[in-house]
T-cell receptor
Framework: EAGVTQFPSHSVIEKGQTVTLRCDPISGHDNLYWYRRVMGKEIKFLLHFVKESKQDESGMPNNRFLAERTGGTYSTLKVQPAELEDSGVYFC?????????????FGPGTRLTVL | QKEVEQDPGPLSVPEGAIVSLNCTYSNSAFQYFMWYRQYSRKGPELLMYTYSSGNKEDGRFTAQVDKSSKYISLFIRDSQPSDSATYLCAINRGAQKLVFGQGTRLTINP
C-alpha cells in the first residue's frame, strides 16, 4: 500500500511569489491534515479535512494560506503571497474514516524556503 | 505555557543502552498519546499509541503514561544505531488535532 505522498519535496521561492503544495493521502483515508514545522519549533497543526470539507482550520496562520481538497482525494495548500516567515517543512497526514481512529500517517514533507 | 513540553536534547548513548525519552503535558483531559519517530528528511512515523494511563509494549519499545503527573515516557531497550532519529511525543487534543512536543534528537553510538 502506498503511503502519503507530497510534491514537491523542496521549493525555493522569492518573497511575494505564490507556491502550491500537493498532498496525496493513503487511498481510502477520508481524513487529511496539514501540519507545519518552522525552524527550531514543534510541528503545528494547520487544518483538517474530512473528505472535501474543512473540519477544523483553526491552525491556519492567516488568509495568505488556502487549502483545498476538491473531490475528497488529494489536497493542495497554496501560499500567496509568500513571506519569509512561511519557510519551514509542511507535512501532510491522513487517517482512515470513523470515530476512534487516532493514528495519523505522515508524508515526507515539503521543505519550503522563502528568500 | 505549551501544551506539550519535550526536551530537545540532543541525547547520545552507547549501543545496547536503555533509552528513556519523556514529555510532560498540561491538560489532564488529554486521553490519547503517541510517539512518532522521524529520520532525517523523512516524515514522522507512528511508533506507539496509547490510550489513557498504563504501559504498552512493542518489541524493544515501551510507552508509559502517568496521568496523575501528566507525564509520558518512551523506553527503548537494547538500543541500536538504527534507532538514531528524532522522537516526537504527540497528544490527540480532540477532533484528531495532534499537538506535538519539540522532539528529542537521539544518537546511538556503535
Amino acid at each position: 500500500e502506498a503511503g502519503v505522498t507530497q510534491f514537491p519535496s523542496h521549493s525555493v521561492i522569492e518573497k511575494g511569489q505564490t507556491v502550491t503544495l500537493r498532498c496525496d493521502p493513503i487511498s481510502g483515508h477520508d481524513n487529511l491534515y496539514w501540519y507545519r514545522r518552522v525552524m527550531g519549533k514543534e510541528i503545528k497543526f494547520l487544518l483538517h479535512f474530512v473528505k472535501e470539507s474543512k473540519q477544523d482550520e483553526s491552525g491556519m496562520p492567516n488568509n495568505r494560506f488556502l487549502a483545498e481538497r476538491t473531490g475528497g482525494t488529494y489536497s493542495t495548500l497554496k501560499v500567496q503571497p509568500a513571506e519569509l516567515e512561511d519557510s519551514g517543512v509542511y507535512f501532510c497526514a491522513s487517517s482512515p474514516p470513523g470515530q476512534g481512529r487516532h493514528e495519523q500517517f505522515f508524508g515526507p514533507g515539503t521543505r519550503l524556503t522563502v528568500l | 505555557q505549551k501544551e506539550v513540553e519535550q526536551d530537545p536534547g540532543p541525547l547520545s548513548v552507547p549501543e545496547g543502552a536503555i533509552v528513556s525519552l519523556n514529555c510532560t503535558y498540561s491538560n489532564s483531559a488529554f486521553q490519547y498519546f503517541m510517539w512518532y519517530r522521524q529520520y532525517s528528511r523523512k516524515g514522522p512515523e507512528l511508533l506507539m499509541y496509547t490510550y489513557s494511563s498504563g504501559n504498552k509494549e512493542d518489541g524493544r519499545f515501551t510507552a508509559q503514561v502517568d496521568k496523575s503527573s501528566k507525564y509520558i515516557s518512551l523506553f527503548i531497550r537494547d538500543s541500536q544505531p538504527s534507532d538514531s532519529a528524532t522522537y516526537l511525543c504527540a497528544i490527540n487534543r480532540g477532533a484528531q488535532k495532534l499537538v506535538f512536543g519539540q522532539g528529542t534528537r537521539l544518537t546511538i553510538n556503535p
